[in-house]
């Protein structure tokens, strides 16, 4: 099946040489006209030097026309010099493409406290081609480049037929270790031929990020340069009109949603997607707590990752979450099956019962908490011994 790419805008990808040999990481997305320009980012205190400098750059423009993406090179908790090495990298892909550094968005990802190697930036940029029209190839290459751990690269897409015609909206994302999002590093970018103001496709972004991104967890880590980007070029000439404002969301946030579930999908060493949904809260925030509570406890991951059914781990995950509750009103399901409830298992027979449920690559965990309305769904994924062998030797 062939990608659905926006109009306006051009991929291109460059081997640099910044940790990985004979494999891109450097990827630029074009846009061939002014774009709106949007942003949501890591609320890690420590915040990478692109982040900064990608904040810096939306709080003073509406608009962008690029976005350059590294991997290897994270360029974090390095201080003003990192700062410094930001703004030349930017120099450099705006001496290539014509643009100002102004127009062009910063993301990177790799080891936390390694400056940029300039030489190498200069020399993968002048490698940097963009051509007329970028084939399926090219975005893969962009998505491929900006890999660390993945295992795959990572892309969704829909078109939108509006009443004027039809739009398109690509998102492109990497991440499989240090993923909890608050908006492992996360980065994310969307591109659309809409033509949206900037203010609405900020707010857009910012929800669809708290309906996907933000909704995953594979190891309970923030990361330092977590970022969703994303650039509305227009070149469709298509806005939403009176009523398809919802429809234009709702596409945006399933792109978003399901790269947010291929990167839990694509977790380190996991073989599980665990989705966790949490009802019967007090309110939607308990629900959220009860619900990380659940997803960031090892000993919940471990037995998944072991197939051992132990409600015990959850039932205590959840009375430590904080959440409002009566021990006597939570039921715990399981695959759909009651496993819990009444303040005692459900039966005696649980293991063999739900051996076929714990085989599956992915598993639905419902905790009801009796209460009232609140809820909160999460992604989550099971932690493994490879995932220990993935992060014990990761900068060796």
Not at 155 to 177: C, E, F, N, V
Not at 210 to 234: K, V
Not at 376 to 391: H, K, M, Q
Request: hydrophobic share 40%; glycine share 10%.
């Amino acid at each position: 099946m062939m990608l659905v790419k926006p109009h306006g805008f051009t991929f291109a990808a460059a081997r640099a040489g910044f940790k990985y040999a004979g494999r891109p990481d450097l990827g630029l997305m074009f846009s061939d006209r002014p774009a709106a320009s949007a942003g949501v980012f890591t609320r890690n205190s420590f915040q990478a030097a692109p982040v900064l400098v990608a904040r810096q750059i939306l709080a003073e423009r509406q608009t962008a026309r690029a976005i350059v993406v590294n991997a290897g090179q994270a360029n974090a908790c390095t201080g003003q010099p990192g700062l410094e090495d930001c703004r030349h990298s930017l120099e450099l892909v705006a001496g290539r493409t014509g643009l100002e550094p102004e127009e062009i968005l910063p993301a990177s990802t790799g080891v936390i406290g390694q400056r940029m190697d300039r030489d190498l930036w200069r020399q993968g940029v002048e490698r940097l081609a963009l051509p007329e029209g970028s084939s399926d190839e090219a975005v893969l290459e962009v998505a491929r480049a900006m890999t660390t751990t993945d295992t795959f690269p990572k892309l969704a897409w829909r078109t939108l037929d509006l009443s004027g015609g039809r739009a398109r909206i690509l998102g492109l994302a990497k991440g499989a270790g240090m993923i909890c999002p608050n908006m492992a590093t996360m980065l994310g970018f969307l591109v659309t031929d809409l033509e949206l103001e900037p203010t609405v496709w900020r707010r857009m972004l910012a929800e669809a990020a708290g309906q996907s991104f933000n909704r995953i967890s594979i190891d309970g880590d923030t990361s330092t340069n977590d970022c969703l980007l994303g650039l509305a070029n227009g070149a469709s000439l298509l806005g939403p009109a009176g009523g398809e404002e919802p429809a234009v969301q709702e596409a945006l946030t399933s792109v978003c949603q399901e790269l947010a579930r291929l990167i839990v999908q694509d977790a380190e060493g996991g073989s599980k997607v665990v989705r966790i949904r949490v009802i019967g809260a007090a309110d939607d925030g308990q629900a959220e707590a009860a619900a990380r509570a659940v997803a960031h406890s090892p000993l919940v991951k471990t037995a998944f990752f072991g197939q051992d059914a132990n409600w015990g781990r959850i039932v205590a995950a959840v009375g430590r979450s904080g959440a409002e509750l009566d021990p006597d009103q939570v039921t715990l399901r399981l695959g759909g099956r009651t496993i819990f409830g009444e303040g005692r298992p459900a039966g005696a027979d649980l293991d063999d019962l739900l051996a076929p449920v714990m085989e599956r690559d992915e598993v639905d965990l419902e905790i009801d908490l009796g209460g009232q309305s609140g809820r909160f769904e999460l992604l989550t994924s099971d932690l493994s011994t490879e995932y220990v062998r993935i992060n014990a030797d990761y900068r060796s």
